[in-house]
């Protein structure tokens, strides 16, 4: 059952963004065709096919509307750059958040991309920037909205976190008389992601974890599950986004919405970083938005369970696997020593699958979750979701809610 949200998505938004998820996918599987380019997984593909498309009509081509975001009018065929103000700092100054804006000159699906939810998290601001300013208006059906920096006010502070200690992604959609950072979600939801046809939202690992560049979707949802068909060879971990989150929010209020994680917090990696541009721009091919096609190797796997596996005591953790490797039931995966007695305690894998999170290298305390396993799985979920814990999704301390 979805919310009942202060938003109310245009029904056209769904059908036209359909239309072109089938028309974008006949497009690549030609392309695929005539370069060698390995296909989307088979898994993916037989599911998208199981929607029911099939009686929508082709739009023909013409000149898109007028959006008016943000109190301005963007018209076909021009870049602009807008200013989101949320809310004020303590001296009653408003801030502004820039909000990039790419209007083809011709029709086509609004899709949005954020970054920096959390502040600390750098490679989704590259990702957008990249993505954003390799984009022409003449060449572009439809429209692309970035916003690089959401949580200004953590980025600044080089922290996860809003300066009144939330997690802003706790606190979508929002409501105008809660907290301060309540207040800011329901300002950005409705001035903003209210405009996306989909949303694409970015993040890495949290505390000092690392992710394998991957989508973090609700794979029971059909209007999901078709966008991450998308994204060409990477890897898809099922995952029912917790009540608060961006994901969670949007997707309830009929704006599908994943989200794509690559790499750690507090860095700029750059393979992680290219990743995630290519995925993104091969998702721009499969809407039918751009004509450019970005060529993959192998295919990657989706996983419809994970686990995390936790330390079992306090002490320096070294790790003796690495993001992306296959492990089996037993391997070891890291070791954890006192600094101060010198003894220590290893870590085994319960399950056999791959590492597509992990601590960094540091100290940490009982129960930090440390390695993240893909457990490869023949369907999905029907009535939980596929991870065991996500520190980024639904971390304890982050689970307040008004």
């Given at each position: 059952m979805?919310?009942?949200l202060?938003?109310?998505?245009n029904?056209?938004?769904?059908?036209a963004?359909?239309?072109l998820?089938?028309?974008?996918?006949?497009?690549?599987?030609e392309?695929?065709n005539?370069?060698?380019?390995?296909p989307?997984?088979?898994?993916?593909?037989?599911?998208?096919?199981?929607?029911?498309?099939?009686?929508a009509?082709?739009?023909e081509?013409?000149?898109?509307g007028t959006?008016t975001?943000l109190?301005?009018?963007?018209?076909?065929?021009?870049?602009e750059?807008?200013?989101w103000s949320?809310t004020?700092?303590?001296?009653?100054?408003?801030?502004?958040t820039p909000?990039l804006?790419?209007?083809?000159n011709?029709e086509?699906?609004?899709?949005c991309?954020?970054?920096?939810?959390?502040?600390?998290e750098?490679?989704?601001?590259e990702?957008?920037?990249?993505?954003?300013?390799?984009l022409?208006?003449?060449?572009?059906?439809?429209?692309v909205?970035?916003?690089p920096?959401?949580?200004l006010?953590?980025f600044?502070?080089?922290?996860?976190?809003?300066p009144?200690r939330?997690?802003?992604?706790?606190?979508f959609p929002g409501n105008?008389?809660?907290?301060?950072?309540s207040r800011?979600?329901?300002?950005?939801?409705?001035d903003?992601?209210?405009?996306?046809?989909?949303l694409?939202?970015?993040?890495?690992?949290?505390?000092?974890r690392?992710?394998l560049?991957?989508l973090?979707?609700?794979?029971r949802?059909?209007?999901v599950?078709a966008l991450?068909a998308g994204?060409?060879?990477?890897?898809?971990?099922?995952?029912?986004p917790a009540e608060g989150?961006?994901r969670?929010?949007?997707?309830?209020?009929?704006i599908?919405?994943?989200?794509l994680?690559a790499?750690?917090?507090t860095?700029?990696e750059?393979?992680e970083?290219?990743?995630?541009v290519?995925?993104?721009?091969t998702?721009?091919h499969t809407l039918?938005?751009?004509?450019k096609v970005?060529?993959?190797?192998?295919?990657?796997?989706?996983?419809y369970?994970?686990?995390w596996v936790?330390?079992?005591r306090?002490?320096?953790?070294?790790?003796?696997?690495?993001?992306?490797?296959t492990?089996?039931e037993?391997?070891?995966l890291?070791?954890?020593?006192d600094?101060?007695?010198?003894?220590?305690?290893r870590?085994?894998?319960?399950?056999?699958?791959r590492?597509i999170?992990?601590?960094?290298?540091?100290?940490?305390?009982?129960?930090?979750?440390?390695f993240?396993?893909g457990i490869?799985a023949?369907s999905v979920?029907t009535?939980?979701?596929g991870?065991?814990?996500?520190?980024?999704?639904?971390?304890?301390?982050?689970?307040?809610?008004?």
């Open positions: 979805k919310m009942t202060t938003v109310n998505p029904p056209l938004r769904l059908i963004l359909s239309v998820l089938v028309t974008g996918n006949a497009l690549a599987g392309a695929t005539d370069s060698d380019e390995s989307i997984p088979q898994s993916q593909t037989d599911a998208g096919q199981e929607r029911s498309l099939g009686d009509a082709k739009p081509d013409s000149l898109p959006l975001i109190g301005t009018k963007i018209p076909p065929g021009t870049v750059r807008l200013s949320a004020e700092l303590f001296a009653g100054v408003p801030i502004a909000v804006v790419v209007s083809g011709l086509g699906p609004t899709l991309l954020t970054a920096a939810v959390h502040g600390d750098l490679n989704g601001i990702i957008v920037r990249r993505v954003m300013h390799n022409e208006p003449a060449e572009l059906s439809g429209t909205i970035g916003v920096i959401v949580n006010q953590g600044r502070r080089g922290s996860r976190y809003l009144d939330r997690d802003l992604n706790r606190y105008t008389k809660g907290s301060a950072a800011i979600a329901y300002s950005f939801f409705n903003v992601v209210s405009h996306c046809d989909a694409v939202d970015l993040h890495t690992g949290s505390f000092e690392s992710n560049p991957q973090r979707a609700d794979l949802n059909p209007d599950l991450t994204f060409g060879s990477t890897v898809i971990l099922h995952s029912t989150t961006l969670h929010a949007a997707t309830a209020a009929g599908p919405t994943v989200t994680e790499g750690g917090p860095e700029l750059i393979q970083v290219k990743h995630g290519k995925g993104v721009q998702l721009l039918g938005m751009v004509r970005r060529l993959w190797g192998e295919s990657e796997p989706v996983y369970r994970s686990s936790r330390a079992n306090g002490g320096i953790l070294l790790a003796d696997v690495a993001l992306g490797s492990v089996r037993g391997d070891l890291g070791t954890i020593t600094p101060m007695s010198n003894s220590s305690a870590l085994f894998s319960p399950h056999s699958g590492i999170g992990m601590a960094r290298n540091q100290v940490v305390m009982p129960g930090f979750a440390a993240h396993i490869e023949e979920p009535d939980e979701s991870d065991e814990l996500n520190p980024h999704d639904a971390d304890d301390s982050d689970s307040l809610a008004e």
